[in-house]
Every structure is written in C-alpha cells, then in structure tokens.
C-alpha cells in the first residue's frame, strides 16, 4: 500500500511537472498547478460516478448497496 501511495505521488508529480513545461509560456506557475490539481479532481470524480454507474447496471441496486456497504464495514473494522 505504500509503495502503491509513493508511485501515484511520484506520477502526480511528474503530471504537474509536464503540464508547467508544456504551460510556462502561457500562464503563471500558481495557475498552472491550480488547472492541474483541478484536472485530477474532475478525473477522479467522473471515475467514481461512472464506476458507480456501470455497478448498478451489472449487479443493481439491491446489489450494488449492499456491496458498499459490506466495504465500508471491511475498511472500518481494518482501520480499528
């Protein structure tokens, strides 16, 4: 699990440093990283939505809820 937080926080990184090569010219370095940081923000929730989306067309809602829910009592009891 770390290793997997080190190498999403490394490519995080390495977006931003493309986007402030690839932008300098054009906007100031503050604004560059805002565009970035916002950009991951709308990816990550448009991921989540569509990911919800496609379970309750594949198991349903019934399904789907209870498949939620029995995951967030898993991350609970693991984090206590």
Same mark, same amino acid.
């Given at each position: $699990?770390?290793?997997?937080?080190?190498?999403? !926080?490394? /490519? !995080? #990184?390495?977006?931003? =440093? /493309?986007? #402030?090569?690839?932008?300098?010219?054009? *906007?100031?370095? !503050? &604004?560059? *990283? =805002?565009?970035?940081?916002?950009?991951?923000?709308?990816?990550? *929730?448009? &991921?989540?939505? #569509?990911?919800? *989306?496609?379970?309750?067309? @594949?198991?349903?809602?019934?399904?789907?809820? @209870? $498949? /939620?829910?029995?995951?967030?009592?898993?991350?609970?009891? @693991? !984090?206590?």
């Amino acid at each position: $699990m770390i290793l997997e937080d080190t190498k999403k !926080e490394h /490519l !995080e #990184l390495s977006v931003q =440093a /493309l986007d #402030l090569l690839t932008l300098r010219r054009y *906007a100031s370095s !503050e &604004n560059i *990283a =805002a565009f970035s940081v916002t950009q991951d923000s709308v990816i990550t *929730a448009w &991921n989540v939505v #569509l990911g919800v *989306a496609v379970m309750l067309w @594949a198991f349903g809602y019934t399904q789907t809820k @209870a $498949m /939620l829910r029995k995951s967030g009592r898993k991350q609970a009891s @693991a !984090e206590t």
